[in-house]
């Protein structure tokens, strides 16, 4: 399985990106899809997750709100609409995928990655 994220660039706070993730191989519809940020000196965190069913969202406190995750079985791609974007938002966003289907929230919980992709926010 291969995980290949997009999407990322440079915006003014304030402004809006929509990341997605390419999940090539295995069967999409048989994992929960999460993703996670690393901001420069900083681990890992946690961001949003959304279940295999799709019926449930999951937020880290600080993006609930102004992020929204996806998922389109038929393109087998998981999103992130971010929008109302702040500096504390910058890192490399990383989304991943897990058979499992609880503790989303959890890093270790999840068995592919992608590459990462950089989000820059800026004046």
């Known amino acids: 399985v291969q995980l290949q994220a997009s999407g990322g660039g440079l915006v003014q706070p304030g402004g809006s990106l929509k990341l997605s993730c390419a999940v090539i191989g295995g069967t999409f519809v048989n994992y929960a899809a999460g993703w996670f940020r690393q901001a420069s000196g900083k681990e890992r965190e946690f961001v949003a997750a959304?279940?295999?069913?799709?019926?449930?969202?999951y937020y880290e406190d600080t993006v609930e709100g102004r992020f929204t995750i996806s998922r389109d079985n038929a393109q087998s791609t998981v999103n992130l609409q971010m929008s109302r974007l702040e500096i504390g938002d910058t890192a490399v966003y990383y989304c991943?995928?897990?058979?499992?289907?609880?503790?989303?929230?959890?890093?270790?919980?999840?068995?592919?990655w992608g590459q990462g992709t950089q989000v820059t926010v800026s004046s």
């Open positions: 959304i279940p295999r069913s799709g019926s449930a969202r």
């Open positions: 991943g995928v897990t058979s499992g289907w609880y503790g989303l929230h959890r890093e270790e919980v999840y068995e592919y």
